[in-house]
């Protein structure tokens, strides 16, 4: 086991497939499928793209449901971006919450955030679009401004059509200053190796920690090991009740 730097967080050596956590490089079967979604990801997401599916997931029309309805909706997708485990992504969002709970059980915000901060992945389903994996999954990283060489599989931008605009091709390119974190929450670029903090204002500098002790639990809860959903499902829908609306728009 290894200490993380987070309180009573203690991690295996290796992930679910016997390799180091986060090794994109390493030839396995797993990391086939991990290397192509990145490809396709880095290749097809553009300005143009995302725009067009911010203004078609902007009118929340797809469904409406409660987010335990959405978290059960993931029960039947596996991350074809994740090089540590195979298990569906329900399973992730419960060892995630349920880590966090033991080690912060009294940080109820947290605990929730682990349980919702995968919901986007709903975008699979049909009834959201049933969107494929490389435009849903996956490190994040802004867009309109040049790609940090830190990005996991950063060799496949060459051949994203924005590389080649000299509008995006820069530090900033279109981006204004305190763009703010939101926009780049989850990039394994920026909490690892600092990448794209000068988008950065002082509340994002704020939550930095918070994000980085998340990311660990993220990170490292990984198992094969299942979580009891029904043992736990009383606990978290009381969360649920506490912080949302019984249904919402998605």
């Keep these: 086991m290894l200490q993380t730097g987070v309180p009573g967080l203690d991690v295996p050596r290796r992930n679910a497939f016997g390799l180091d956590f986060r090794d994109f490089e390493k030839e396995s079967l797993r990391n086939a499928i991990v290397q192509e979604c990145y490809r396709k990801n880095h290749i097809y997401q553009t300005c143009e793209f995302a725009n067009k599916k911010k203004e078609e997931y902007g009118k929340l029309d797809k469904a409406e449901m409660s987010i335990w309805e959405c978290c059960e909706l993931l029960k039947n997708y596996v991350d074809e971006s994740?090089?540590?485990?195979?298990?569906?992504?329900?399973?992730h969002l419960l060892q995630t919450a349920e880590a966090?709970?033991?080690?912060?059980?009294?940080?109820?915000?947290?605990?929730?955030?682990?349980?919702?901060?995968?919901?986007?992945?709903?975008?699979?389903?049909?009834a959201f679009g049933e969107e494929p994996q490389w435009c849903v999954v996956g490190d994040t990283f802004p867009l309109g401004c040049a790609f940090d060489n830190n990005i996991v599989h950063h060799q496949f931008f060459k051949e994203n059509p924005d590389s080649r605009n000299p509008a995006f091709n820069t530090k900033l390119g279109?981006?204004?200053?305190?763009?703010?974190?939101?926009?780049?929450?989850?990039?394994?670029?920026?909490?690892?190796?600092?990448?794209?903090?000068?988008?950065?204002?002082?509340?994002?500098?704020?939550?930095?920690?918070?994000?980085q002790v998340f990311n660990k639990y993220d990170l490292y809860s990984k198992s094969k090991v299942k979580i009891n959903q029904e043992e736990v499902k009383p606990y978290y829908l009381s969360l649920i009740k506490k912080y949302f609306p019984e249904k919402l728009k998605w």
């Design 82 to 91: 994740d090089p540590d485990l195979d298990e569906p992504q329900i399973d």
């Design 100 to 126: 966090i709970r033991r080690d912060h059980p009294h940080e109820y915000w947290l605990q929730l955030t682990a349980l919702i901060h995968d919901l986007g992945k709903v975008l699979l389903h049909p």
């Design 174 to 211: 279109i981006y204004s200053e305190n763009i703010g974190l939101d926009n780049i929450t989850m990039s394994w670029a920026m909490h690892r190796h600092g990448a794209y903090t000068f988008v950065m204002n002082d509340e994002d500098k704020e939550m930095l920690k918070w994000l």
